[in-house]
C-alpha cells in the first residue's frame, strides 16, 4: 500500500471560520492568522453536523492507517496541497513487566517516535506547512528544542518553503544536524525557546517570515489533536482512564482534548473523558506552579534546565488552555525529577525492551509518581506519550572494548 492512500482521495472539507481561544471572537477561515488580536491561539472550528453526515464512524476503518484519514476534521482544502512523509499511525504498546512490577495492569506507552523525522512534531508541522502552502507563505520561521525544528524543515523543503530556525545553543548536535540537513537554516542562539522566539517575532516583522511558533498559527493542534482520534479508534472508542502527557508548549493535550469534544459531537465518543495528567520536570514547571496556586495563566519559570529539551518551554501562550482541559478533566499537573526520569528511560528499555525519550520517561516517572501517591489506581488504564525515538537523544556510553588478538574468558562475557 501506498502511504499517499488518504491523499489521492478527494474528500468535502467542513471548516466553517476561526475562533478565539480566550474570546470567541470570530476570524474568516482560508486566510492566513498568526495569534488572535488579544494575542492568543486560534482554534478552527468545523461545520460538525455536516461532517457527522458525510463520515459515518465506521468508513475510517475502511481507510489505510494513517493521520490523513480523518481529513474531514482536518483544515486543509485543496487535496494538491497536502504534503505527507509517511505519517503513520502510531503504534500503543503495553510495558507489561513495568506494570506487573508496580502492581498494575494497564500501563501503555502510545509510541510517537515512529513518525517521520523521529517524534510528533511531525503530526503539527505536517499540517502547518500544508496551510502555509494553501495560503502562499514563502519562508517560514520558528524557535525550537530540536524536533519541531526538524519537522519544519522537513516538510518545508519538500514543499519548496524557506524555513530559517532558531534554536537554544545547548539543543543536541543530532537535531541541529538533522534541520540542516533538511534544508532549512538553522542557528544556535544563546538562550532558551522563549529567547530564540522572541528572534523569530523581529524576523516576522522585519523580513516578513511567517512564525510557526508553538500555538501562534492555528494549524498545529489540528495536526496534534489527530493523537487523539486515533487513540479512540485505536482503543475502539474506549478512551482510557488517565493519559500522561509531557507538557512543553502543550500543542498536543490542547489538542486532544479538542479532539475529544469533537467526536463527542459527533456521536463517535460518550461524555466520559480521560484525566490529563500534565507532566514537566521539576526544573522547568511554570504548569504546575500556576495548577498549584490555582491560578489560569502561568508566568515563566526562569533558569529552566532539564534533560528533557523537549518539555524545557518556560512560558507558553496557551498556558489557560492546558490548565483549562487538566482541570476540566479532572487531572493535575505534576512535576518529576530528573533522577526519575532517567531512571524511567532506563526501566522501560532495559525490562520492556522499549528505548523512550527522556519526555516520554517523564511521563513513566509521573504514573510512578501517581500510582505512589494514590492519584491513579493500578486498575486504571494509562496511556503515557512517547513523543519522540529515544535514539535521537544522547545515551549513556556502556561500551566495552575486547582483544580479539588476547586469550578470552568467555565465561565472563
Ligand atoms: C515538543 C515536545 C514535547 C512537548 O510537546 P507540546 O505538545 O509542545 O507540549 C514533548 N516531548 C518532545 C520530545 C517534544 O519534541
Request: hydrophobic fraction near 45%.
Amino acid at each position: 500500500m501506498r502511504h499517499d492512500a488518504n491523499i489521492t482521495a478527494d474528500r468535502q472539507t467542513f471548516v466553517t471560520h476561526l475562533e478565539c481561544s480566550m474570546t470567541g471572537e470570530r476570524y474568516e477561515a482560508d486566510q492566513l492568522h498568526g495569534l488572535s488580536r488579544v494575542g492568543r491561539p486560534l482554534l478552527v472550528r468545523y461545520d460538525l453536523e455536516a461532517v457527522k453526515a458525510a463520515l459515518p464512524r465506521d468508513e475510517l476503518a475502511r481507510r489505510p492507517a494513517d493521520l490523513w484519514k480523518y481529513r474531514e476534521l482536518l483544515p486543509v482544502r485543496r487535496t494538491e496541497n497536502i504534503v505527507s512523509l509517511g505519517e503513520i499511525a502510531t503504534p500503543i504498546i503495553p510495558l507489561d513487566k513495568l506494570a506487573a512490577e508496580a502492581g498494575a495492569k494497564h500501563l501503555w506507552v502510545k509510541d510517537e517516535g515512529r513518525l517521520p523525522t523521529g517524534s510528533f512534531k511531525a503530526r503539527g508541522l505536517v499540517m502547518a506547512i500544508a496551510m502555509a502552502k494553501e495560503l502562499g507563505v514563502k519562508t517560514i520561521a520558528m524557535p525550537t528544542n530540536g524536533n519541531a525544528g526538524a519537522a519544519a524543515a522537513a516538510y518545508a523543503s519538500r514543499v519548496g518553503i524557506e524555513s530559517v530556525i532558531f534554536c537554544p545553543a545547548d539543543t543536541p548536535e543530532v537535531n541541529v544536524r538533522e534541520i540542516a540537513a533538511q534544508g532549512a537554516r538553522v542557528y544556535r542562539v544563546n538562550g532558551l525557546i522563549d529567547d530564540c522566539g522572541k528572534l523569530v517575532g523581529q524576523g516576522a516583522k522585519e523580513r516578513g517570515w511567517f512564525d510557526l511558533s508553538t500555538l501562534k498559527e492555528p494549524y498545529r493542534i489540528e495536526g496534534k489533536k489527530t493523537m487523539g482520534l486515533e487513540l479512540a479508534e485505536q482503543l475502539d472508542w474506549q478512551l482510557p482512564d488517565v493519559i500522561f502527557y509531557p507538557t512543553g508548549g502543550g500543542t498536543g493535550l490542547i489538542g486532544m482534548w479538542k479532539a475529544f469534544a469533537e467526536m463527542e459531537a459527533l456521536g463517535w465518543i460518550g461524555s466520559k473523558r480521560p484525566r490529563m495528567i500534565a507532566v514537566q520536570a521539576e526544573g522547568c514547571a511554570p504548569m504546575v506552579r500556576a495548577f498549584e496556586a490555582g491560578e489560569r495563566h502561568a508566568t515563566r519559570w526562569e533558569d529552566a534546565h532539564t534533560i528533557a529539551m523537549g518539555i524545557r518551554v518556560p512560558q507558553a501562550v496557551g498556558d489557560f488552555l492546558i490548565l483549562d482541559a487538566v482541570r476540566e478533566s479532572g487531572g493535575v499537573a505534576m512535576a518529576v525529577s530528573d533522577e526519575s526520569i532517567a531512571r524511567a528511560v532506563d526501566d522501560a528499555a532495559r525490562k520492556d525492551g522499549l528505548l523512550l525519550c527522556p519526555e516520554g520517561g517523564a511521563t513513566l516517572a509521573a504514573w510512578r509518581k501517581a500510582l505512589a501517591e494514590g492519584l491513579v489506581s493500578p486498575e486504571e488504564k494509562a496511556v503515557l506519550f512517547n513523543c519522540a525515538t529515544g535514539l535521537k537523544y544522547p545515551l549513556a556510553d556502556q561500551s566495552k572494548t575486547l582483544d580479539k588478538d588476547g586469550p578470552i574468558d568467555f565465561s565472563a562475557l
